[in-house]
Structures are given as structure tokens and as C-alpha cells.
């Protein structure tokens, strides 16, 4: 009776430790997290590096592309650039056709007022051949400066107006006691603008004060 009793114990004592945890259990279950984090630890460098190996990859594609961007926007500045420079160039020649054009007419006509007087100094009549000379040259200058006139191109007003130094360049000053200081008393050189622009000015002779000896022998 007494034996049962014990063998009994003994069998509830063995079950309730095979429904507990063992103490062989527990390093095991230890280890297999350590193993885990070991696992982690060594696979973490490995995946940066493959990161930053895909964004490097990603850089280096956004750089050649930028570079092939920048490439093509400076072929497109060159192109333009020469596309101007022929138009610059095409609008020069085209302005200097306008220009030399009509002075081509006038340089026919000193051709022939040329002829005309070298005909007439053969039939020994120089004075037919001066008249005719004269009147060539002067039908010249007045279709000269009516071609001039269609181009914009004007002379400038020097003589008995104010010093102007936009339109004026003084070549020396005079005393006068017949103009006002400051006037141009004399047009050396005409001077031409076209519009509001100047193409040459007009070399003039400025007054100036009469000096005090001129002033003294007027008074005597």
C-alpha cells in the first residue's frame, strides 16, 4: 500500500518535470538568438554597402544625364550663336547693297561727264570742254547729295549757329566783335548725321572776345 503510494509520487513528480521547461532547454534557446543577432550583425554592413553601391549607381546616371543635357543646350548655343552671326552678316551686306547702289548711278555719271569733256578738248574748243566739265560735276553733286538725302543722310547747320560740341569739333577760336562768343563763325569741314546720329562732325571756326589790344584800337 505504502509502495503505491511512492511509486505514485514518483510518477507525479516525473510528469510535472516533463511539463516543465528543462534546464538544457534554456542555453539552447539562447543560442539560437545569439546566432540570430550574429546573423544580423554580419549581414548589416554587407546591405549598407549594396545601398550606397545602388545610390552611387543612381548619382552616376543623374551625372551623365545632367552631362548630356549641359552638351546638347551648349550645341544649341553654338548653333545659334552662327545662326546670328550669318544674319548679322547677311543684314550688313544687305545695308552696304543699299548704300552702294545708288552711288553706282552717280559714278556713271562722272564717267560721263568725263567723256563728254575729253571729246570736246579733241575738236580743240577747251572752253565747250570747261563749261561741259562744269555743268557734268555739278549735276554730279547735286544727284550725290539727293542720294544722300534718300538715305537719311543731312548735313549738319554749323555756320552762324551756337557751338555745339554733339555736332560741332572747334579747330581753333577767333576773336570777333561781330558775333556773339560761342557762335561758329566759320565751316572748315562739313559735318553729316543721319537722324539723331552723327557721322562726322563739322570742323568749325568758334568766336571768341575781342582781345583788349583789337578792343583799345577800336576805341582810338
Known amino acids: 500500500m505504502s509502495t503505491d503510494q511512492t511509486t505514485g509520487r514518483q510518477s507525479s513528480e516525473a510528469s510535472s518535470d516533463a511539463d516543465s521547461p528543462t534546464s538544457e532547454a534554456v542555453p539552447e534557446s539562447e543560442a539560437e538568438a545569439s546566432a ?10 554587407e546591405q549598407k554597402i549594396e545601398e550606397l553601391r545602388e545610390r552611387v549607381d543612381e548619382l552616376e546616371e543623374e551625372r551623365d544625364e545632367l552631362n548630356d543635357q549641359m552638351l546638347r543646350k551648349a550645341a544649341e548655343f553654338e548653333n545659334y550663336r552662327r545662326r546670328m552671326d550669318r544674319e548679322k552678316k547677311r543684314r550688313h551686306q544687305s545695308g552696304m547693297l543699299e548704300v552702294v547702289e545708288p552711288i553706282l548711278e552717280v559714278l ?7 567723256d563728254a569733256a575729253e571729246e570736246l578738248q579733241e575738236t580743240q574748243d577747251p572752253e565747250s570742254a570747261y563749261e561741259s566739265l562744269k555743268g557734268g560735276v555739278e549735276m554730279v553733286f547735286r544727284k550725290f547729295r539727293d542720294t544722300l538725302e534718300t538715305l537719311g543722310v543731312e548735313p549738319i547747320d554749323a555756320e552762324g549757329n551756337p557751338f555745339d560740341e554733339e555736332l560741332h569739333d572747334a579747330m581753333m577760336r577767333q576773336p570777333s566783335d561781330e558775333a ?13 548725321q543721319m537722324g539723331d546720329r552723327v557721322i562726322r562732325h563739322s570742323r568749325v571756326v568758334v568766336a571768341a572776345e575781342p582781345s583788349e589790344e583789337e578792343t583799345a584800337e577800336d576805341e582810338a
Open 36 to 45: 540570430a543577432d550574429e546573423a544580423a550583425e554580419a549581414a548589416g554592413p
Open 108 to 114: 556713271d555719271d562722272f564717267e560721263r561727264s568725263i
Open 180 to 192: 556773339e562768343p560761342g557762335t561758329v563763325l566759320q565751316e572748315v569741314r562739313k559735318g553729316y
